[in-house]
């Protein structure tokens, strides 16, 4: 079992930056594939970036667009996004996503492929 809590969402001016964190609670982290979802209104929901277990591979969506970057602690159970150079249409709330599926990040792109989810946290960025 994996609980998930994100911080770090806010607002933003265009071309500013963000890092979201996502805090974990439970004995399974450190072996769980870890992704950023986000959701805008009226929108499904989407994936933004993954990292594997170890932290040493990443995925990133085309949204992404080289301005985003994953990471992980697993010495503190916490995983982050940094997003850079952000655009009114980055606009979303954010979810963090822990998945125990023992396979390659590009099977694991979508929402029903995760287990363990965050309440989100609401990123609003104004032009």
């Known amino acids: 079992q994996v609980q998930l809590v994100e911080s770090g969402g806010g607002l933003v001016q265009t071309g500013g930056s963000l890092k979201l964190s996502c805090t974990a609670s439970?004995?399974?982290?450190?072996?769980?594939?870890i992704s950023w979802f986000r959701q805008a209104p009226e929108k499904e929901r989407q994936i933004v970036a993954a990292?594997?277990?170890?932290?040493?591979?990443?995925y990133y969506a085309d949204s992404a667009g080289g301005r985003f970057t994953i990471s992980r602690d697993n010495s503190n159970n916490t995983a982050y996004l940094q997003m850079n150079s952000l655009k009114p249409e980055d606009t979303a709330v954010y979810y963090c996503?822990?998945?125990?599926?023992?396979?390659?990040?590009?099977?694991?792109?979508?929402?029903?492929?995760?287990?363990?989810w965050g309440q989100g946290t609401r990123v609003t960025v104004s032009s």
């Open positions: 996503a822990a998945s125990s599926f023992p396979w390659g990040l590009r099977s694991l792109l979508t929402p029903n492929m995760y287990q363990y």
């Open positions: 439970g004995r399974h982290f450190s072996s769980a594939a």
């Open positions: 990292i594997d277990w170890s932290g040493d591979t990443t």
